[in-house]
């Protein structure tokens, strides 16, 4: 069973979505609780590889407002993440290549793991997000149109 903390709602119109990873995180006990209360954002998040592992910058985890460590936690501290070695150097070998990126879409937990959706992703230019919103705007136009011919 898996509960969704939060989503990164920007990531599917600002990136073309290659193909999505599920990795595990490193937290800390607040922390982890501040998550199933849901307190996280993922705006303007990414994930990195350095040195043969992979970390999440710029996670806004809200401190836990029942600890004692809540003070002393940076919420937007750089977290590690869990993959295998044969993802990372696999992921390394496609993040190398020019304007590919590692981008989170949602944190949620599974079997009461946390866990991040990592997207392989290249950013889209201007004048292909508007091409999206416009092709958009017209299959709904065509499905309003046709909704009632059909039967």
């Known amino acids: 069973m898996e509960k969704t903390v939060c989503t990164n709602k920007k990531a ?13 995180m490193v937290l800390l006990g607040p922390e982890v609780k501040s998550l199933r209360l ?14 043969g592992e992979v970390y ?17 936690l940076d919420p937007t501290r750089t977290r590690k993440l869990l993959l295998k070695k044969q993802e990372i150097r696999r992921l390394l070998g496609k993040v190398q290549q020019k304007g590919y990126t590692l981008i989170p879409l949602r944190i ?8 991040v959706e ?16 416009r092709r958009r ?7 309003r149109r046709y909704k009632g011919r059909i039967k």
């Open 118 to 133: 990592l997207a392989l992703a290249k950013g889209k230019k201007v004048y292909d997000r508007r091409e999206t919103i």
């Open 137 to 143: 705007d017209v299959e709904r136009e065509l499905r």
């Open 12 to 24: 599917r119109h600002l990136y073309d979505i290659e193909e999505t990873i599920e990795a595990g």
């Open 56 to 72: 999440l910058y710029n996670v806004h985890i809200s401190p836990y407002p029942f600890s004692r460590e809540a003070q002393v």
């Open 108 to 115: 949620y937990f599974r079997d009461g793991k946390a866990k």
């Open 38 to 51: 849901g307190r996280a954002n993922l705006a303007d998040s990414f994930a990195r590889i350095k040195d």
